[in-house]
């Protein structure tokens, strides 16, 4: 049996335990699996977004131990906004996500848009979730995220934030 989700009462945003159990479809998305992506993908005809957060540096480490996070290997040519698939945005990192949102798009709020984290990751929910209440018409969840790509075989490579990630 799957737990309740934890969302927000008013807004239904997952608010915590972002690597549970998703659902089968987002408000305002469509979900596509692995095929349909790998299809997008090979006729150019989607923006990417992945929206898994950065790794950070473990509490405790001190300051002159040297910590390298593990690269982040994403669809290629996707652009990375960490952060912006939590349930509460700062003001801050949401304006930064409408900023991203817009330039993978080239502000065509038609243009398809695929976001995608990890399988049962609901930051990719939250993220589409949050662009269809935007306006953009051509949402796209890739539910199985980085999980189902990789199994398949698919091309990845070494992302990086976007502009602007602090």
């Known amino acids: 049996m799957l737990a309740t989700p934890v969302l927000a009462a008013a807004e239904g ?38 929206v898994l957060a950065a790794p950070r540096r473990p509490e405790g480490l001190p300051a002159d131990a040297l910590w390298r996070p593990s690269p982040r290997l994403g669809v290629p040519g996707s652009l990375w906004l960490p952060e912006v698939g939590r349930g509460a945005l700062s003001p801050e990192t949401e304006a930064w996500f409408r900023i991203g949102l817009e330039r993978a798009t080239q502000g065509d709020r038609d243009r398809p848009v695929v976001f995608y984290c990890l399988a049962d990751c609901w930051m990719s929910w939250n993220a589409a979730k949050r662009a269809a209440a935007w306006g953009w018409r051509q949402v796209l969840w890739y539910r199985d995220g980085m999980d189902g790509w990789e199994a398949a075989g698919l091309p990845t490579e070494e992302l990086h934030p976007a502009p602007g990630w602090r």
């Open 13 to 50: 945003y997952r608010m915590e335990d972002y690597r549970a159990p998703v659902p089968d479809a987002a408000p305002g998305a469509r979900t596509i699996d692995t095929t349909e992506a790998a299809r997008l993908f090979d006729r150019h005809a989607a923006a990417w977004v992945d």
